[in-house]
């Protein structure tokens, strides 16, 4: 529920600064990247329209093509408020179908970005307001709101633009080139007999930095379900901060955990080796000095799925570490839905948002430098490129990352054995399309979660460059190049 702000803010030291507050009343629907909290926070502007064409719908809007985002309707008589997840679609003939779509990743509509003072009048697209208020009577009936509203005649509805909001209540002051843009937000966490847990209040405080999300974001607790937090709501007109330390606080930027043989992909599989990107994740470089990783480099830990990742590598702006070889890689779902697990990192004990990443069983990342060469080697264990092509016949090691049955498992954070090979089940490769034979491809002796594929280059091929590609299970790497002379 939304308030208006304490009359006695001023108390607070915060004299007309307070702009609003929410309650939540329950721990299981705080999420403050939410519709909910878009909502109620979005009631700061969108509460107030008793006039003219919109007063009907008062606290939210009558039903109209706004009422079908993120500020919801409201009916006339009752107050009765609902979602109306629909879609207005004018016709070439001037009539309006209203269709279904699928609720989730819901925006403020124009008109909501207008008195939120983030959208122009004249960049407000005309909206449609339903004139015939019998076509609310069946809004909450099992055919649904769309079906309810049905087909609108031009008589059936009017149009209706941010100058009709001016009319009745005057210019919005001040305009959208003076507003307010970004906001801060204050959390309280309130619990009764006792103070909550560390591990309770982390959860309190990851929920809460999710308001300065990029988004989409995923749901924790629905199956498919997205939620655009405030930036993505506001079509990334605004922005609400929750920090309110003057200490760092690490953030992991939007798509920011990647698969670290390319930098690309958002899936990738247990034991696999990721790269993270973000701000303030640590206060300086440091890399892990030996085997095996550890769990926490200068006060840095990274957690995926509650567990804490082997870590290579840390700086302000980049984490190098493994997955925890545990993971599940599939949903207990009757169709293909790949796992999904949340990374976290923590950064002297403060906790960072989440990043939500895909985890498949065979997952297989090509590594690659300059204009997408193969990290590949020859018998000197020179680095072969352009100017040091491999030689048709001769022998070459090529490295890649990912995650691929094995002869034996080993855990994440430790090298693979020296005194034995594991081996990738069922690898096969092509270089330029052909099939090309390999007499080795598995884990690198003595490295962690590295891969290669020992081969001796095809001894018929030309002088040119050639696409490496390695398949298991159906699953093909990203393609490199290796570049071939003749001797
Ligand atoms: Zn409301």
Redesign the pocket.
């Known amino acids: 529920m ?1 308030k208006s702000p304490p009359a006695d803010a001023a108390s607070f030291g915060s004299a007309s600064r307070l702009q609003g507050y929410s309650v939540f009343p329950a721990t299981l629907i705080y999420d403050a990247a939410d519709q909910g909290y878009n ?2 926070t ?2 700061q502007w969108v ?1 107030h329209m008793s006039t003219g064409a919109f007063g009907p719908g008062r ?2 809007w009558p039903l109209s093509s706004m009422s079908t985002n993120l ?2 309707y ?1 009916d006339a008589a009752s107050g009765f ?1 609902s979602r109306i997840p629909c879609r207005f679609n004018l016709q070439a003939d001037g009539r309006i179908t209203v269709t279904p779509w699928i609720p989730g990743q819901e925006f403020f509509n124009d008109m909501d970005l207008y008195l939120m003072g983030l959208m122009a009048p004249n960049e407000v697209a005309t909206q449609y307001l339903v004139t015939d208020t019998s076509r609310a009577a069946g809004i909450s009936s099992p055919q649904g709101p769309c079906a309810a509203i049905g087909t609108l005649t031009t008589a059936q509805y009017r149009t209706v633009n941010a100058s009709d909001i001016v009319a009745v209540q005057g210019a919005r002051v001040p305009s959208s080139d003076a507003s307010q843009k970004d906001f801060r937000s204050l959390h309280v966490v309130v619990s009764r007999d006792s103070l909550l847990t560390p591990e309770q209040m982390a959860y309190f405080e990851v929920y809460t930095r999710r308001v300065e999300d990029r988004g989409p974001l995923m749901l924790p607790d629905s199956l498919n379900g997205f939620t655009n937090p405030w930036y993505a709501a506001t079509k990334n007109r605004s922005t609400i901060s929750a920090k309110i330390s003057a200490e760092p606080v690490p953030a992991i930027s939007y798509g920011g955990v990647v698969n670290a043989a390319n930098f690309q992909g958002a899936a990738m599989g247990p034991s696999a080796v990721v790269t993270l990107f973000g701000s303030d994740l640590a206060a300086g470089p440091a890399s892990a000095g030996s085997v095996p990783l550890p769990q926490d480099l200068n006060g840095v830990r990274v957690f995926v799925d509650g567990i804490p990742a082997p870590l290579f590598y840390v700086s302000p702006t980049q984490i190098n570490f493994q997955l925890p070889e545990s993971l599940p890689t599939t949903r207990a779902l009757p169709n293909d839905l790949a796992y999904i697990a949340m990374v976290r990192v923590e950064r002297d004990g403060a906790p960072s948002n989440i990043a939500y990443i895909e985890i498949r069983p065979t997952v297989l990342g090509a590594m690659s430098y300059g204009d997408n060469y193969a990290v590949a080697t020859n018998p000197a264990g020179e680095l072969i490129g352009p100017s040091n092509p491999a030689f048709a016949g001769s022998p070459v090691v090529v490295y890649f990352v990912g995650s691929a049955p094995l002869t034996e498992r080993v855990a994440a954070g430790q090298p693979a054995p020296t005194d034995r090979l594991i081996r990738v089940q069922g690898a096969s490769l092509t270089l330029g399309g052909q099939v090309q034979a390999s007499n080795f491809v598995g884990l690198t002796p003595g490295g962690v979660g590295l891969y290669q594929a020992n081969m001796f280059i095809n001894g018929a091929l030309a002088e040119g460059e050639y696409q490496l590609v390695i398949t298991v299970n159906g699953v093909t790497s990203n393609p490199v190049k290796i570049p071939v002379r003749r001797r």
């Open positions: 939304v909502h109620e979005g009631h509460n606290p939210h500020m919801n409201s408020g």
